[in-house]
């Protein structure tokens, strides 16, 4: 059996209404649980990059490479290879610090995981950090015993590294274009 694990999807779409619900239910109709998902503007803003990352073998991914490929809001997909690529995510943590030695612990543990203290108030300070997911796990292992009121993440975004982008001429001309430009 193929082995199953954390995939990488960088796809780029129509910056338009109703592309994300069209992507999501691709995965949701095939079975697969999205672990992270992150959608913004790129350079154009007639066109967002979305990544995606989902917990698939080798086949499966394979398929949903071709199956998001074939439609139409959908300019390139690619997979990104861990070792050829860049993933980052941001993650906000707000924690109780009523002390102020609370305080200068928090914001040491920020300095060493080169975070930011971007909000204080008499009893919390909120951090943003960002990495992957070692990091921000290791960061919110620390703070716990402070005790976090809320943290949330964006989703992992990824790059690959080096002179490589998504808009490599990867597909054969014409490759599941046939329609794109009619509408």
């Known amino acids: ?29 095939k079975g697969f649980n999205v672990e992270s998902l992150a959608v913004g503007t790129t350079d154009n803003p007639a066109i967002s990059r979305m990544t995606i990352e989902v917990l698939a073998n080798e086949n499966q991914t394979n398929l949903m490479c071709n199956q998001l490929a074939k439609m139409v809001p959908v300019h390139s997909v690619k997979l990104l290879v861990p070792s050829h ?6 993650v906000l943590y707000k924690v109780r610090a009523k002390t102020s030695e609370d305080k200068n612990e928090i914001i040491q543990i920020a300095n060493i995981f080169r975070g930011s ?5 008499k009893e919390t ?11 921000t796990d290791a ?18 975004i990824a790059l690959e590294r080096g002179k490589y982008t998504i808009d490599e001429d990867t597909k054969e001309k014409g490759e599941f274009n046939y329609g794109k430009d009619v509408l």
Do not use: W
């Not at 082995?3 to 999807?9: A, H, M, Y």
């Not at 703070?143 to 949330?152: C, Q, S, Y």
């Open 85 to 90: 690529s860049i993933r980052r995510e941001l």
């Open 1 to 29: 059996m193929e082995e199953v694990k954390l995939r990488t999807l960088s796809v780029l779409v129509d910056n338009e209404s109703g592309v994300l619900s069209q992507v999501s239910r691709l995965f949701s109709r």
């Open 139 to 156: 960061v919110q292992e620390l703070l716990a015993d402070f005790g976090i009121e809320e943290l949330v993440r964006t989703g992992m």
């Open 117 to 121: 203290i971007i909000d204080v108030s």
């Open 125 to 135: 300070l909120t951090l943003s950090v960002i990495g992957d997911e070692k990091k």
